[in-house]
């Protein structure tokens, strides 16, 4: 995989860092894209540029501001010269309660969880038709069988998977196109959304009894970019086989 550019959104922390940590560690070079966290976007391109000299690059946009998103693809081909992966990793995450939900809620949950993945899709589709690349994007276990409280973010995850399904026929066959539906694979930021005994409640209805780890979501990105050539239109659960008894 050296000398390859992936492009992966939401990439300073969480699970986002993961996924660069581990595309990196096979060689990738990366355009972490950021919105404020900028502190842990510039530590942990300088870690891994101390391991690889020049082989991640910052970019700092807004999502939401769709008119912005051509220049991330624009910026990774002024940097490196080439795109072969899109990992949209970037979500807004929060309860909408029937009776509550308001324009603001469904302009930040539909544009974070699907507006900006299908815009930034197409800006990046001409460049990854020439080099064979493919797209990864995160959906979400709970498409199927919603949260509660949670209708706009469900609605936005389940227009992903629409979306990961509608690329994978328009841009194939020189782009791959799939997604990974996290479980319980890392807490919410906020403890308000799932309280200590919910969380209990959670671990315990997981056949595998634990909670995932945000690598287990990279190593899955990354098969699914460098190891799957036959795999287009897929969604892969991670979640410790959670979906089974959902």
């Known amino acids: 995989m050296q000398g390859k550019v992936a492009l992966v959104t939401g990439g300073a922390k969480r699970v986002g860092a993961s996924i660069v940590r581990r595309l990196h ?7 972490l894209h950021y919105r404020s ?3 842990e976007a510039r530590a ?11 082989s991640v690059a910052l970019a700092q946009a807004d999502l939401l501001n769709i008119a ?8 990774t081909l002024q940097q490196f010269g080439r795109l072969d ?19 603001d809620n469904w302009a930040d949950l539909i544009g974070s969880n699907v507006k900006a993945p299908l815009f930034l899709a197409q800006a990046a589709a001409p460049e990854l038709k020439k080099t064979h690349g493919c ?25 992903l998977a629409a979306m990961t399904r509608a690329l994978a026929r328009d841009l194939a066959p020189e782009v791959r196109v799939n997604a990974v539906a996290p479980g319980a694979n ?4 906020a403890d308000s959304v799932f309280d200590e005994l919910h969380r209990q409640r959670i671990v315990g209805s997981i056949p595998l009894k634990r909670v995932g780890e945000p690598d287990d979501l990279a190593r899955t990105i990354q098969f699914l970019i ?11 659960n991670v979640d410790g086989g959670r979906s089974v008894y959902l």
Do not use: C
């Open 135 to 159: 797209i990864v994007s995160i959906a979400d276990i709970h498409i199927e069988r919603p949260m509660r409280d949670h209708v706009v973010y469900t609605i936005g995850k389940a227009g």
């Open 186 to 189: 890392v807490w919410p930021d």
């Open 44 to 54: 942990l391109a300088a870690a891994l540029n101390l391991q690889r000299s020049g």
């Open 85 to 103: 992966a899109l990992v949209n990793n970037a979500s807004s995450f929060f309860p909408t309660r029937v009776g509550d939900i308001n324009e």
């Open 226 to 236: 460098e190891d799957a050539p036959y795999i287009t239109g897929q969604i892969i």
């Open 37 to 39: 966290s900028s502190t």
């Open 25 to 31: 560690g096979a060689g990738w070079n990366i355009m």
């Open 68 to 75: 912005g998103l051509p220049t991330l693809v624009q910026q």
